[in-house]
């Protein structure tokens, strides 16, 4: 080359690098289905077109594919996902590097759909999150998950919330979190657990120090002896990592309150504690009360369909006036409580600057407690997105009228219009963040 033609070259503008973009999610879903006979989902089409959308847009990662079987989407497609669309995703998701979650939720990917879930697991290096809520995943499907969890090191939040993989499934699931250190939070809500594998779950996390938040709800136990809280407040006593813990539906009476109520003594760790939908009583109250005296982490408490009365509340109303300066939320939603304890819990609030939610829907309200909440929320003290309840005047009386605030108002269910994981509807996971997304 000549001199000339060497400064020729160098004149001319050097070509920037671009990012070369893979095919569309789309495309390559319709591409793949016709490559191999198969029927495409019009669901997963539609769902594909808005990912690729958002990736041409701004190219973001950490992109969460929400293909859940009750959103909107669905109505529009018609089509829910089955075993045999997952493999589909699958093939095309296992190389791609923007997809960082996967909402798969109220579908039908059954057992299949499990397996390539798992293959999913052990391929793609970008997933943290993975929500498989409600899809007819048994105990086989339960133990491929569990075993490629063995080797994961990627994956932050699970759910199986709703899966009957039962006590074999359960089982797998606790034996996993011996060997696996990155995943901080597991809801096995609504899996027909046995009390086998809620036994194996307490002894393991008295090990396990990545596990932040855990779901055990409506474990399938029989007899009275509330075994489950002995075997979960041993755990709490040794586990000193864990923030979240839910025991809805654990038929947990006075007695499994006063075992929990002893670990929180010793436990500085836990803020989210759910005992939900059980049979405690006033009696219960006298032993929280006396541990919230104490305890100075735990940041909200769902009580919640429990049978607390008047005189539980009153219990929890002094401690929370003289005493604790640490609890933000508590629900005390559906408790039979009437005037006297709803009208303490509010008088509690005005001198205690910390407890900022308080959830009383279901009670037997009088006119005294409207005016006590109505008072609240008028001077300003409580917050209307931070209770369940707002007031209304009909010929000069206040009455309360129920709001879709809550504690967990989102945790079965998203709304077909809106923002889903506002703070208001979520509050529990909005003060106490454990994992992304609910």
């Given at each position: 080359?000549?001199?000339?033609?060497?400064?020729?070259?160098?004149?001319?503008?050097?070509?920037?690098?671009?990012?070369?973009?893979?095919?569309?999610?789309?495309?390559?879903?319709?591409?793949?289905?016709?490559?191999?006979?198969?029927?495409?989902?019009?669901?997963?089409?539609?769902?594909?077109?808005?990912?690729?959308?958002?990736?041409?847009?701004?190219?973001?990662?950490?992109?969460?594919?929400?293909?859940?079987?009750?959103?909107?989407?669905?109505?529009?497609?018609?089509?829910?996902?089955?075993?045999?669309?997952?493999?589909?995703?699958?093939?095309?998701?296992?190389?791609?590097?923007?997809?960082?979650?996967?909402?798969?939720?109220?579908?039908?990917?059954?057992?299949?759909?499990?397996?390539?879930?798992?293959?999913?697991?052990?391929?793609?290096?970008?997933?943290?999150?993975?929500?498989?809520?409600?899809?007819?995943?048994?105990?086989?499907?339960?133990?491929?998950?569990?075993k490629a969890l063995r080797k994961n090191t990627t994956l932050k939040?699970?759910?199986?919330?709703?899966?009957?993989?039962?006590?074999?499934?359960?089982?797998?699931?606790?034996?996993?979190?011996?060997?696996?250190?990155?995943?901080?939070?597991?809801?096995?809500?609504?899996?027909?657990?046995?009390?086998?594998?809620?036994?194996?779950?307490?002894?393991?996390?008295?090990?396990?120090?990545?596990?932040?938040?855990?779901?055990?709800?409506?474990?399938?136990?029989?007899?009275?002896?509330?075994?489950?809280?002995?075997?979960?407040?041993?755990?709490?006593k040794e586990n000193h990592f864990l923030i979240e813990l839910h025991?809805?539906?654990?038929?947990?009476?006075?007695?499994?309150?006063?075992?929990?109520?002893?670990?929180?003594?010793?436990?500085?760790?836990?803020?989210?504690?759910?005992?939900?939908?059980?049979?405690?009583?006033?009696?219960?109250?006298?032993?929280?009360?006396?541990?919230?005296?104490?305890?100075?982490?735990?940041?909200?408490?769902?009580?919640?369909?429990?049978?607390?009365?008047?005189?539980?509340?009153?219990?929890?109303?002094?401690?929370?006036?003289?005493?604790?300066?640490?609890?933000?939320?508590?629900?005390?939603?559906?408790?039979?409580?009437?005037?006297?304890?709803?009208?303490a819990l509010s008088q509690s609030m005005k001198t205690n600057p910390?407890?900022?939610?308080?959830?009383?829907?279901?009670?037997?309200?009088?006119?005294?407690?409207?005016?006590?909440?109505?008072?609240?929320?008028?001077?300003?003290?409580?917050?209307?997105?931070?209770?369940?309840?707002?007031?209304?005047?009909?010929?000069?009386?206040?009455?309360?009228?129920?709001?879709?605030?809550?504690?967990?108002?989102?945790?079965?269910?998203?709304?077909?219009?809106?923002?889903?994981?506002?703070?208001?509807?979520?509050?529990?996971?909005?003060?106490?963040?454990?994992?992304?997304?609910?």
């Open positions: 080359m000549s001199g000339e033609e060497l400064r020729a070259a160098k004149a001319q503008p050097r070509k920037s690098k671009t990012l070369e973009f893979p095919p569309g999610l789309q495309e390559q879903y319709c591409n793949f289905c016709t490559e191999n006979y198969l029927k495409t989902n019009p669901f997963i089409v539609y769902v594909l077109q808005g990912v690729d959308k958002e990736i041409n847009e701004g190219w973001e990662e950490g992109i969460i594919l929400d293909i859940a079987g009750n959103s909107k989407s669905v109505l529009v497609a018609g089509e829910r996902i089955t075993g045999e669309d997952f493999w589909v995703l699958y093939k095309i998701l296992k190389n791609h590097p923007y997809i960082h979650g996967l909402d798969v939720r109220y579908n039908l990917i059954a057992d299949t759909g499990a397996y390539y879930a798992a293959k999913l697991l052990q391929r793609q290096p970008s997933i943290t999150y993975l929500n498989l809520m409600f899809n007819d995943i048994g105990p086989e499907g339960g133990e491929v998950i569990a939040y699970l759910r199986m919330t709703g899966n009957k993989i039962e006590n074999k499934g359960g089982m797998f699931f606790a034996a996993m979190l011996q060997i696996n250190s990155s995943l901080e939070k597991l809801d096995l809500g609504d899996c027909d657990l046995g009390m086998q594998s809620v036994i194996a779950f307490a002894t393991v996390l008295t090990q396990n120090t990545a596990i932040k938040g855990i779901n055990l709800n409506r474990p399938i136990m029989y007899g009275e002896q509330e075994e489950s809280t002995v075997h979960i407040g041993h755990m709490l025991m809805c539906k654990h038929d947990i009476k006075n007695y499994g309150m006063q075992q929990l109520c002893d670990a929180l003594y010793l436990n500085c760790s836990l803020r989210y504690l759910d005992v939900s939908c059980n049979k405690i009583t006033r009696d219960g109250m006298v032993h929280l009360a006396e541990v919230l005296k104490r305890n100075t982490t735990l940041e909200v408490i769902d009580l919640s369909f429990n049978r607390i009365e008047d005189a539980g509340a009153v219990y929890l109303s002094e401690t929370l006036h003289s005493h604790n300066r640490s609890l933000k939320a508590l629900s005390v939603a559906s408790n039979q409580i009437k005037g006297e304890g709803l009208v910390t407890l900022s939610h308080i959830y009383i829907w279901g009670n037997k309200f009088d006119e005294a407690t409207c005016v006590a909440y109505s008072d609240l929320i008028q001077s300003g003290r409580l917050n209307p997105d931070h209770t369940d309840v707002e007031p209304y005047v009909v010929d000069e009386h206040v009455y309360l009228a129920e709001v879709s605030n809550g504690l967990k108002r989102h945790y079965y269910w998203t709304p077909t219009f809106g923002d889903t994981y506002v703070p208001s509807s979520s509050a529990g996971f909005a003060l106490v963040p454990v994992g992304q997304h609910l």
